[in-house]
Structures are given as structure tokens and as C-alpha cells.
Nanobody, 124 residues
């Protein structure tokens, strides 16, 4: 069974930085070739994909609202994925979720395994 655990959330002032981490464990799932991603959901809003990373060729994708500010990275040996968030804005406030999808996936909707989330709060 796939288990994803996020950490690193917290409260920060606008312009600050946070680094989220996500560990993956569980047998029967190839984390090293999987697509790893981060999503977020703010109160009253739908969950949206923030960033995703492909292991095969290192390709990354970002939501337009975080391009140039957020960076996704991964450590395939440790089955970890990270989200470095810089120049944070109040509108980045949300619960952030780590997720994983098959390596062939091409859509945000392909993600089927989720962590419990970590809260990020950015004050103005």
C-alpha cells in the first residue's frame, strides 16, 4: 500500500520561503519511475495541481501561478520529493498535498495516491 507523508508546512510572511517534503513508502509501487507531484486546496476552492516531476527525463510542469517561484525536486534513492516555495504570496495559502501517479501519466487527474496534506499559511 502506498503511503505518502508530507512535512514542512507552516506560517510565513509574504515574500518568505518554505520547503515541503514528501516521503513515499509501501511495497508494490515503483516510486523511482513514477510521476511525483504537489497539489493544493484553499478553503472554498477546488484542488489544483501545482507542480509535477517525471523521473524518466527530468521534465517538470508548474501551474502558471507558481512558475518562477516554486521548484519541485526529487531524490529517487530516498523516495522523496520536495517543493521549494519562494516569494510566497497570501494567495498561496492552502493545504498542500503530495501525490504520485504512473510514470506515463500526462494529466493532473492521473494522480491516484495522496498524502494527508500540510498547511501553508502566508500572511500579508
Amino acid at each position: 500500500q502506498v503511503q505518502l507523508v508530507e512535512s514542512g508546512g507552516g506560517s510565513v510572511q509574504a515574500g518568505g520561503s518554505l520547503r515541503l517534503s514528501c516521503s513515499a513508502s509501501g511495497y508494490g509501487y515503483d516510486y523511482r519511475t513514477s510521476c511525483r507531484g504537489w497539489f493544493r486546496q484553499a478553503p472554498g476552492k477546488e484542488r489544483e495541481g501545482v507542480a509535477r516531476s517525471y523521473s524518466v527525463d527530468g521534465t517538470t510542469y508548474y501551474h502558471d501561478s507558481v512558475k518562477g517561484r516554486f521548484t519541485i525536486s526529487r531524490d529517487n534513492v530516498a523516495n522523496m520529493v520536495y517543493l521549494q516555495m519562494d516569494s510566497l504570496k497570501p494567495e498561496d495559502t492552502a493545504m498542500y498535498y503530495c501525490a504520485t501517479a504512473p510514470g506515463w501519466s500526462t494529466r493532473w487527474s492521473d494522480f491516484g495516491y495522496w498524502g494527508q496534506g500540510t498547511q501553508v499559511t502566508v500572511s500579508s
